[in-house]
Nanobody, 124 residues
Framework: QVQLVESGGGLVQAGGSLRLSCAAS????????MGWFRQAPGKEREFVSGITWNSARTYYIDSVKGRFTISRDNSKNTVYLEMNSLKPEDTAVYYC?????????????????WGQGTQVTVSS
C-alpha cells in the first residue's frame, strides 16, 4: 500500500514563502509522476503542478507559473513544492498525488494515490 505524507503547510502573510514536502513509501517506485493538487473551500480540487519520474518535464497551472517550483528526490522518494510570492487566493488544502506511469499533468480522477492534505493559509 502506497502512502503519501505531506508536510510544510501553515499560515503565511501575502508575499511570503512556504515549502511543501511529500514523502512516499510502500513500494519500489518506478516511472511514477508526482504532483500537487489543491482544494479551496467550496471549490473543486484542481491540479497545481506535476513532475515526471525522471524530472525531465514539469507542468504548472498559469496562476502559479513563476512563483511555484516543483522538484523531486527519487533517492528519498520525496517531492517538493516551493511556493513563493504567495497570494491569498493560494489558500487551500494542498494534496500530494502519485500517478503510475504518468506524464507531468493529469486530471484528479486519474490519480492513483493521494496524501492526506496539508493546509496552506495566506493572509492579506
Amino acid at each position: 500500500q502506497v502512502q503519501l505524507v505531506e508536510s510544510g503547510g501553515g499560515l503565511v502573510q501575502a508575499g511570503g514563502s512556504l515549502r511543501l514536502s511529500c514523502a512516499a513509501s510502500g513500494r519500489t517506485f518506478g516511472r511514477d509522476a508526482m504532483g500537487w493538487f489543491r482544494q479551496a473551500p467550496g471549490k473543486e480540487r484542481e491540479f497545481v503542478s506535476g513532475i515526471t519520474w525522471n524530472s525531465a518535464r514539469t507542468y504548472y497551472i498559469d496562476s502559479v507559473k513563476g512563483r511555484f517550483t516543483i522538484s523531486r528526490d527519487n533517492s528519498k522518494n520525496t517531492v517538493y513544492l516551493e511556493m513563493n510570492s504567495l497570494k491569498p487566493e493560494d489558500t487551500a488544502v494542498y494534496y500530494c498525488a502519485l500517478k503510475n506511469f504518468g506524464l507531468a499533468y493529469w486530471n484528479p480522477g486519474n490519480t492513483d494515490y493521494w496524501g492526506q492534505g496539508t493546509q496552506v493559509t495566506v493572509s492579506s
